[in-house]
């Protein structure tokens, strides 16, 4: 049982991790609203983590460069998944990005783990899933009197980087790869890869781009989302265990809606209101009350 100094910390990471992937959403959907595209935004991701981990890429594991596994899971938590969310991001409002990403994660890891390994939820999970499904009505029905192609397709790009990113967190937990060797291999496997792509191929925009969002974008998407953002959330399953976190960190959907609000002058209707707090509901309860063990 931990105790009070260590709930104390564990809790502080929680909320920092809570701030980080709060602030994902609101400065992607800013990066999306302004003159930069979705592959300058994944290149200043990429350049800017690469640089700083650069020190360390003498001390990856032996044979990383030639796992296939790594290939995997940079497949699917970098290249695909950053190339669908910032593209979603162009379109659909952060606070949609927050339900999709965060608070849809226990039902897709459920889904997932059912597909792969036969892992059945237990009862308290597929509580929360129900109320997960609830928020997801609601959210949904503006839909249906006042119709967006575009934010539909923002939305499904950012489900199918959110499905990207539960694949991802079912294979690394049931592979075993420490966290620092995953963002490593995940940050130079990814360069190495989408920017020779990206150089040649892709539309790019940044000679257009004010100075302070590259930098924001640099900082934050680079530094922050990649590095700081996985240890303080580490941090927190150190102290607070994996449940407890989870639980914390099932707020990330209401308090992004809340907060993009002013910052990004988004409505925050009725139903969407309804929406974030169902979600935020079941994520607590999937995750708190309902954990889905992934196997070895």
């Known amino acids: 049982m931990p105790d009070r100094k260590q709930l104390f910390h564990g809790y502080l990471a929680a909320a920092a991790t809570l701030l980080m992937w709060t602030c994902f959403s609101l400065v992607s959907r800013m990066g999306g609203k302004s003159v930069l595209t979705p592959y300058d935004v994944f290149a200043l991701r990429s350049i800017t983590s690469t640089l700083v981990l650069l020190p360390f890429a003498g001390s990856l594991p032996p044979g990383s460069w030639r796992d296939r596994r790594l290939w995997l899971l940079t497949l699917l938590c970098s290249l695909l998944y950053c190339l669908l969310v ?38 308290m999970r597929r509580i929360g899933i129900v109320s997960i499904s609830v928020g997801l009505i609601c959210a949904a029905i503006p839909y249906f009197t006042d119709w967006s192609a ?23 937990a049931r592979w075993g790869y420490s966290a620092w060797t995953l963002t490593r291999a995940v940050v130079f496997g990814s360069a190495v890869i989408y920017l020779p792509v990206y150089l040649i191929w892709l539309p790019k925009q940044m000679a257009a781009a004010p ?47 809340i907060l993009a609000v002013p910052l990004l002058d988004e409505a925050l209707t009725t139903w969407l209101l309804s929406g974030l707090i169902f979600v935020s509901l079941g994520s607590y309860i999937a995750s708190r009350y309902g954990s889905t063990p992934i196997g070895s």
């Open 150 to 172: 575009a934010s539909a397709f923002g939305d499904l790009l950012i489900l199918l980087s959110s499905i990207c990113w539960a694949f991802y967190s079912v294979l690394a």
């Open 211 to 257: 100075l302070s969002m590259i930098v924001m974008q640099c900082v934050f998407q680079g530094i922050v989302a990649t590095i700081l953002a996985m240890l303080a959330y580490l941090k927190a399953i150190a102290l607070l265990g994996t449940e407890r976190t989870a639980a914390f960190l099932a707020l990330v959907p209401i308090v992004t809606g």
């Open 86 to 123: 910032y593209n979603g991001f162009k379109y659909a409002p952060a606070a949609h990005g927050a339900i999709l990403l965060s608070g849809m994660q226990p039902l897709l890891i459920s889904a997932v783990a059912l597909l792969l390994f036969g892992t059945r939820p237990g009862r």
